[in-house]
C-alpha cells in the first residue's frame, strides 16, 4: 500500500513509529505533505520516523505533489483549515481518507461537500473511532431511532490551554473540578476544534449534532484525558468511561488516537479486518 500523510505533527510522527513497529517493510511508499518553508526538516524526520516501513519516502508542498506520489489511502493528522483545503480534493480523485480532525464536519456545508466529493470520487471518507470506545454499537443502534446521548469530555487544565475554557477559568491555578461549557455537539466541536473531536464522532455515529449533549470540564485530579457518555435506545442502554493518556508532546489529544488510525491502516494491509 501507498500512505501520505496530510501533515507532520505529532500525531503523523507517533504513527509512523508505531507503524515502523508493527507493519515494517510491508508498506510501497510513505508521503508526506507540508508547509514549504518545512521541507528539510520534515525530510529529515521521515527518513528517520519511516526507515523501517519504506524505502520510497517523499515530502511533498502541494496537494499536486501527493497525488502524484500515486497513494492508496491519505490519513489526514492537520486541523479544520487541511479538511477543508485538501480533502475534497482527495476524495474527488478517487482516494479513499482517513479523517483524523473529525470536528470539522460539523460544518455543515463541509460535510455536505465531503460527501459529494466522495460519491463522485468514487472514494470512502473513513472516521476512525480515535479516543472513544463503542462507537460500532452505537451506530448500530442508531437505525432503530430514539437514541439519546450525552457525552463528558474531561482533561487537566493544560489541555484547554488557548481555548474559550480560558476565557472563564483560571487554568494556571484551578484547584478544582469545573464545567466550562454545556450546549450541543455541533457547539462543542466548532468553539473547541483541536478538544472535541469525540463529541463530533459520537453525534455521526449516533444522534446527530444537535441532539448529542455535551459538557466540557477542566479538572486539575484528572489522570488524563477522560470521555464518558450514555447512550439510550429502544434497542439498548450503555454507559462508558474511558481514561486516555495523553499524546506525547500534545495534552489536548489523546495517545489512544493514534492507535486508532493504525488499526485503520493494519485493517487495509492484513488478510483480517477487526
Request: hydrophobic content about 45%; glycine content about 10%; some cysteine.
Amino acid at each position: 500500500m501507498r500512505l501520505a500523510l496530510i501533515g507532520y505533527g505529532n500525531i503523523s510522527t507517533t504513527l509512523l513509529t508505531q507503524l515502523g513497529g508493527q507493519i515494517g517493510g510491508q508498506l510501497d511508499a510513505v508521503s508526506v505533505l507540508v508547509r514549504p518553508d518545512a521541507t528539510a526538516t520534515a525530510q529529515a524526520r521521515l527518513d528517520r520516523d519511516a526507515v523501517d516501513l519504506t524505502t520510497e519516502r517523499t515530502v511533498c508542498t502541494d496537494l499536486k505533489g501527493l497525488m502524484s506520489a500515486r497513494p492508496d489511502l491519505v490519513v489526514e493528522c492537520a486541523g479544520h483549515t487541511a479538511v477543508q483545503a485538501f480533502v475534497p480534493d482527495v476524495l474527488r480523485a478517487g482516494t479513499d481518507v482517513v479523517l483524523v480532525s473529525i470536528g470539522a464536519l460539523a460544518d455543515s456545508a463541509l460535510h455536505d461537500r465531503l460527501l459529494d466529493a466522495a460519491r463522485k470520487g468514487g472514494a470512502r471518507l473513513i472516521l476512525p473511532a480515535g479516543a472513544v470506545g463503542g462507537i460500532d454499537l452505537l451506530a448500530a443502534l442508531g437505525p432503530a431511532g430514539d437514541l439519546k446521548v450525552s457525552y463528558r469530555g474531561i482533561k487537566p487544565p493544560t489541555a484547554w490551554a488557548g481555548t474559550p475554557a480560558a476565557d472563564t477559568l483560571n487554568l494556571e491555578t484551578l484547584d478544582h473540578a469545573a464545567v466550562f461549557f454545556t450546549g450541543t455537539a455541533r457547539q462543542a466541536a466548532s468553539a473547541f476544534p483541536r478538544n472535541a473531536n469525540v463529541a463530533a464522532t459520537l453525534a455521526l455515529a449516533g444522534a446527530g449534532f444537535e441532539a448529542t449533549r455535551v459538557e466540557l470540564i477542566a479538572d486539575p485530579q484528572a489522570p488524563g484525558n477522560i470521555h464518558e457518555y450514555k447512550v439510550s435506545s429502544p434497542l439498548a442502554r450503555y454507559s462508558m468511561r474511558i481514561e486516555n493518556l495523553p499524546s506525547p508532546g500534545n495534552s489536548r489529544t489523546s495517545v489512544a488516537t493514534v492507535y486508532s488510525v493504525l488499526r485503520e491502516i493494519r485493517n487495509r494491509i492484513g488478510p483480517v479486518a477487526i
